[in-house]
T-cell receptor, first 120, second 112 residues
Framework: GAVVSQHPSRVICKSGTSVKIECRSL??????MFWYRQFPKKSLMLMAT?????????EQGVEKDKFLINHASLTLSTLTVTSAHPEDSSFYIC????????????????FGPGTRLTVT | AQSVAQPEDQVNVAEGNPLTVKCTYS??????LFWYVQYPNRGLQFLLK??????LVKGSYGFEAEFNKSQTSFHLKKPSALVSDSALYFC??????????FGQGTELSVKP
């Protein structure tokens, strides 16, 4: 099956610092990656959609200058939380969509294991 | 707009009993429906999906779901629950742009 990894799995940072989270598709090329945020025992909130080689599309209410997304290659997308604040503490999950490269359901999303961010 | 609803925040079941986790949807056009499971501090694991074809869809770990067009429902079921099935379950629908729209989640608790 398709494997998506995230690094780090958990991170603690101080207020005002920036932290980068990586999302990698390990055995397929992902034309599109999605970033979600999840609060405890709550649903996933889509933050943004990133397509390889182009700017990310952010959902309404998500600050694009605060949550920087880069999708520089077909296997890697990064989410950088800039000037982090305690309210940014959350569980961040990425997913990847194979698109036409996968040869099957081109819209199927494969999810990473998530990154727990704690801002102190 | 596409949406899904999971009317129960929590479902409690005794081990060995059948379980049902409810999901209703609202879509324009043909629905693409999914069920995912999430264990604590983990990402989502795919259980099953309905795209077209048989209304009864079989998935991973003995789960199945029944697509009911007249009731706009896609309930998740399992004939005999295990304690290890305790987790957070999400129903989702794919919108016309390929994004997944998730329900609010249902916490399943299976007691021995």
């Amino acid at each position: 099956g398709a494997v998506v990894s995230q690094h780090p799995s958990r991170v603690i940072c101080k207020s005002g610092t920036s932290v980068k989270i990586e999302c990698r598709s390990l055995d397929f090329q992902a034309t599109t990656m999605f970033w979600y945020r999840q609060f405890p025992k709550k649903s996933l909130m889509l933050m943004a959609t990133s397509n390889e080689g182009s700017k990310a599309t952010y959902e309404q209410g998500v600050e694009k200058d605060k949550f920087l997304i880069n999708h520089a290659s077909l296997t890697l997308s990064t989410l950088t939380v800039t000037s982090a604040h305690p309210e940014d503490s959350s569980f961040y999950i990425c997913s990847a969509r194979a698109g036409i490269f996968r040869g099957r359901d081109e819209y199927e999303q494969y999810f990473g294991p998530g990154t727990r961010l704690t801002v102190t | 707009a596409q949406s899904v609803a999971q009317p129960e925040d929590q479902v409690n079941v005794a081990e060995g009993n059948p379980l049902t986790v409810k999901c209703t949807y609202s879509v324009s056009g043909n629905p693409y429906l999914f069920w995912y499971v999430q264990y604590p501090n983990r990402g989502l694991q795919f259980l099953l999906k309905y795209i077209t074809g048989d209304n009864l869809v079989k998935g991973s770990y003995g789960f199945e779901a029944e697509f009911n067009k007249s009731q706009t429902s896609f309930h998740l079921k399992k004939p005999s629950a295990l304690v290890s099935d305790s987790a957070l379950y999400f129903c989702a629908v794919r919108d016309i742009k390929g994004k997944l729209i998730f329900g609010q989640g249902t916490e399943l608790s299976v007691k021995p």
